[in-house]
């Protein structure tokens, strides 16, 4: 089982930047898409960004242009910058991994990390 482990939360003022790593604890065989999803209090989860093991990215319209989604193949590691924060990205930040293997599909979760933006 591999684990994922968010890092790089915190409190952080409007207009701000973060960065959030998310380190797998093993090899993501058949890896399909990472992404980073966040939760707020009282919503559902709901897709930041993703990359495919091509690399190919995708953004949610709310992020676009303020976060960016990247990944180290030699670290094992994922990461989301983001800039210009604003209070609303106010959530707390999960790290996901899924992939096809040939006995078995994979869906990882971190354990998520707080990104509270003050006003």
């Known amino acids: 089982q591999v684990q994922l482990v968010e890092s790089g939360g915190g409190l952080v003022q409007a207009g701000g930047s973060l960065r959030l790593s998310c380190a797998a604890s093993?090899?993501?065989?058949?890896?399909?898409?990472m992404g980073w999803f966040r939760q707020a209090p009282g919503k559902q989860r709901e897709l930041v960004a993703d990359?495919?093991?091509?690399?190919?990215?995708n953004y949610a319209a709310s992020v676009k242009g303020r976060f960016t989604i990247s990944r180290d193949n030699a670290k094992n590691t994922m990461y989301l910058d983001m800039s210009s924060l604003k209070p609303e990205d106010t959530a707390v930040y999960y790290c996901?991994?899924?992939?096809?293997?040939?006995?078995?599909?994979?869906?990882?979760w971190g354990q998520g990390t707080q990104v509270t933006v003050s006003s």
């Open positions: 990359i495919s093991s091509g690399g190919s990215t």
């Open positions: 996901n991994a899924q992939g096809t293997t040939p006995k078995y599909d994979y869906d990882y």
């Open positions: 093993g090899s993501l065989y058949s890896l399909r898409v």
